[in-house]
């Protein structure tokens, strides 16, 4: 291949360095009315009343905005392909306010400094209300969240807002009773994690006006374009064909932009005043008004014979959704449906559990999607196994874990649409993900010798996991190819590079079908009134889904560049050859270059444009699979744990591009090394974050990690666009599990509750010692 698997450098790379403007907040019109939202101090509250009379008098103040002032309607802000799993229950603004950071008021001013003068005199009076901060307590609490009979769902989820249940899981096969009477060994074991925020550098941002036609258009940082549009549609009241959504270059989004959060307030001020207006959210802002990672507790039971074989599997889990019920089923149901499918020998499985309503900020989606969590609390269980079996942790998974050409009953279960054929996992390649890292970490010498070193001590641990290559039956991608005038294409596609480099991605992939020089195509990314319907950047599909719709695409157009070369010179097709960059009549011998094609086509002799699109909609579970290795160092006179080495083996199949998938699997490691050890989102007594700056809540740099080393194994998918599957998020998912396992290897203490800090790592240790 030419352009497959090669380290092509982003296109736009150069003005990124040179800090030229290419996000949101740097395209925004100048004149802009700017927005601001004033947002609530308490974790539950009813406004009783809102004094607005002085707030208004402030010289510069256009407008202000309360829930009396805007349509009630319920709607969701979760990005997901209609009807959404998530319950309709969250309003623009509302009487009620129930988490710290929930919308209260909506001010738009001249400037940030009148609006943020005018928010403080806008003078509340709170009905305060006793909030649900555990989630633990939260079912069948005296204190509900959600009290209204407005909110509802559109598909059956288990929705029980009465009883504080956004969601249920309940998911199983085979006789569970006899399957653990059966077994020599049942082990049962909890495990917490907590919540984290996204952190990606660019926070929500959005700006708005009305073009000539009068329609709204909002420019955003969003990772789903078109279902921000249709959440404004629903939420403003007025027809989808009257809102264009743009999404330019985006610094980050990790899941924290796939629910809507800053399209709606800009929109309401422009649409009242007609004028242009910006809202850029401070990191405040981020932390208490939008989403972070549900919390997620779960009871795992596993029953397994003596000589490690696992027979039965039950997770039991409960998931803390916060105020509002944006992915709750999604999230809960991918950390078991995601996870159980490693472990295919089992006879028995049982997930189910619950998404809970509390007054906290709301759950939201995180790169991982709840696979992450789910993978720690399942890894950590048969790390705990095999040590009751006498196994170690890559012995208990060569017996047990998925293996090329296997497949498992919950695939047919879980995938929409999946009849009943079973669905064979031919290109896993997880056997030889952890043969190689059993090999690059010296697996063999090291779990058999801790290392000791005055007070510190060294030890190894792996974890497993997968993910998925967009959602089967579905989410869909589509693109489309124009061959211009000059022999240069432009790529539209509505797909929403989130700074991973996908446009990149699909250009290589369109290239390397058109057998064309890179530059010669230009990607031209979601914009809901020119670039084709994308589902958007999640479910880790980009590469799978919209790559798949792009090579759909790009095979018509060279279909209709032989067909047009066969009228260009009035031969059959079967004369004419296309190939880089040059149409040939082998019978004559006859070429012409695709430029000068072009330009005659459009120009002089045939008159046409030449556009095709391609469309794709995955049909089953592509996984990808990792491996991953820890090696840390635990101070055992303060807890202290150094991650001094990971190793994560990755078959995520043909790699498209080395580079970007390198960074990619670096960024999400560290990512979970943050989880695993640092990162946490803390609330003080009555619901208010602690943790709602970079001051506060920390996050891993560079020099808090050791070495990251990055491999891949030859893998393919047949499905997959030149054989590739998704790598954005299973490269999270291991880093907890593994790290956990090295320092009970290292040390002795197994940390079931995340993150584990030096405080709980000291505390057991003490405990251990005592």
């Known amino acids: 291949?030419?352009?497959?698997?090669?380290?092509?450098?982003?296109?736009?790379?150069?003005?990124?360095?040179?800090?030229?403007?290419v996000y949101t907040d740097d395209l925004a019109p100048r004149e802009s009315l700017i927005v601001k939202v004033l947002r609530s101090p308490h974790a539950y509250a009813r406004i009783k009343n809102i004094d607005l009379n002085i707030a208004l008098k402030v010289p510069g103040v256009e407008c202000i905005l309360t829930y009396k002032d805007i349509k009630r309607i319920p709607f969701t802000r979760a990005g997901q392909c209609y009807p959404e799993l998530s319950a309709y229950d969250k309003f623009i603004l509302d009487e009620y306010v129930r988490h710290v950071g929930d919308d209260v008021a909506i001010i738009a001013a001249t400037t940030g400094k009148i609006a943020e003068k005018a928010m403080k005199l806008i003078k509340i009076d709170y009905e305060i209300l006793d909030p649900i901060l555990d989630f633990e307590s939260a079912i069948d609490n005296k204190i509900i969240v959600h009290k209204e009979d407005d909110i509802f769902t559109k598909i059956p989820i288990g929705f029980e807002p009465k009883r504080n249940i956004a969601a249920k899981i309940d998911l199983q096969y085979g006789d569970m009773e006899k399957v653990l009477n059966s077994c020599d060994i049942v082990f049962n074991g909890t495990y917490k994690t907590q919540a984290q925020a996204q952190a990606m550098m660019e926070a929500q941002t959005t700006y708005t006006y009305l073009d000539h036609q009068e329609r709204l258009t909002v420019v955003t940082s969003t990772q789903v374009p078109f279902h921000t549009r249709r959440h404004l549609a629903r939420s403003l009241g007025i027809k989808t064909s009257k809102i264009r959504v743009i999404k330019p270059r985006v610094g980050g989004g990790f899941g924290s932009k796939q629910t809507s959060h800053s399209e709606f307030y800009p929109s309401l001020v422009t649409l009242l005043t007609s004028k242009p207006a910006k809202i850029n959210y401070s990191?405040?802002?981020?932390?208490?008004?939008?989403?972070?990672?549900?919390?997620?507790?779960?009871?795992?039971?596993l029953g397994a014979m003596k000589n490690g074989e696992i027979k039965a599997i039950i997770l039991d889990g409960l998931s803390d959704t916060g105020a509002y019920g944006e992915h709750a089923i999604t999230t809960f149901g991918s950390a078991g449906k995601k996870v159980l499918t490693l472990y295919n020998k089992i006879e028995a499985c049982h997930f189910k559990g619950k998404a809970v309503y509390t007054n906290n900020v709301p759950g939201g989606a995180l790169r991982g999607f709840g696979v992450t969590q789910g993978t720690f609390a399942i890894e950590s269980a048969i790390n705990e196994l095999a040590e009751k079996v006498n196994m170690n942790g890559v012995d208990i998974r060569n017996l047990n874990m998925i293996k090329q050409g296997e497949t498992s009953p919950l695939y047919n279960m879980i995938t929409k649409g999946a009849g009943k054929e079973p669905m064979y996992m031919d290109s896993c390649m997880l056997e030889e993900c952890v043969k190689t890292g059993v090999s690059s970490i010296d697996w063999i010498r090291r779990i058999n010798k801790v290392e000791t070193n005055g007070s510190k001590k060294r030890g190894v641990g792996v974890a497993i996991a997968q993910q998925g290559s967009g959602l089967p039956n579905i989410d869909m991608a589509s693109a489309t190819l124009k061959l211009n005038d000059d022999g240069f294409f432009t790529l539209m596609s509505g797909a929403t590079d989130i700074g991973t480099g996908s446009d990149l991605i699909l250009k290589q992939i369109a290239a390397e079908v058109l057998d064309v020089k890179i530059d010669n195509i230009n990607v031209y990314a979601a914009d809901t009134d020119i670039t084709p319907f994308d589902s958007g950047a999640y479910a880790s599909s980009t590469t799978y889904t919209s790559g798949n719709a792009v090579i759909e695409a790009a095979n018509k157009m060279k279909e209709m560049i032989i067909s047009y070369g066969g009228k260009f010179y009035n031969t059959s097709n079967e004369?004419?050859?296309?190939?880089?960059?040059?149409?040939?009549?082998i019978k004559t011998g006859d070429s012409i270059s695709l430029a000068e094609f072009s330009n005659k086509i459009t120009y002089n002799l045939i008159h046409t444009q030449l556009i095709a699109s391609g469309s794709f909609v995955p049909k089953k579970a592509a996984p990808p699979y990792m491996a991953g290795f820890a090696d840390v160092e635990v101070d055992t006179e303060t807890g202290e744990v150094w991650v001094a080495d990971f190793y994560g083996v990755i078959d995520c199949g043909t790699v498209i591009n080395p580079n970007l998938a390198k960074i990619q699997a670096e960024g999400g490691i560290v990512q979970g090394i943050g989880m695993a050890l640092i990162e946490d989102v803390v609330y003080e007594k009555r619901g208010r974050l602690a943790t709602d700056s970079f001051m506060q809540y920390k996050i891993p740099c560079r020099k808090d990690i050791g070495n990251i080393h990055v491999e891949f194994v030859d893998g393919n998918d047949e499905t997959g666009p030149f054989g590739a599957k998704s790598i954005g998020e299973v490269v999270i998912n291991t880093a907890a599990p593994a790290i956990i396992d090295a320092i009970y290897n290292a040390c002795g203490v197994r940390i079931r509750e995340l993150p584990a800090s030096a405080e709980k790592i000291l505390k057991a240790l003490n405990n251990a010692n005592n």
């Not at 990191?283 to 039971?301: A, L, Y």
Request: aromatic share 6%; proline share 2%.
């Open 1 to 21: 291949m030419k352009k497959v698997g090669k380290n092509i450098q982003k296109s736009d790379a150069i003005s990124l360095v040179k800090g030229k403007p």
């Open 283 to 301: 990191r405040k802002d981020v932390f208490n008004g939008t989403t972070s990672r549900h919390k997620m507790q779960f009871k795992v039971t």
């Open 575 to 585: 004369n004419i050859v296309f190939e880089n960059e040059i149409i040939k009549n």
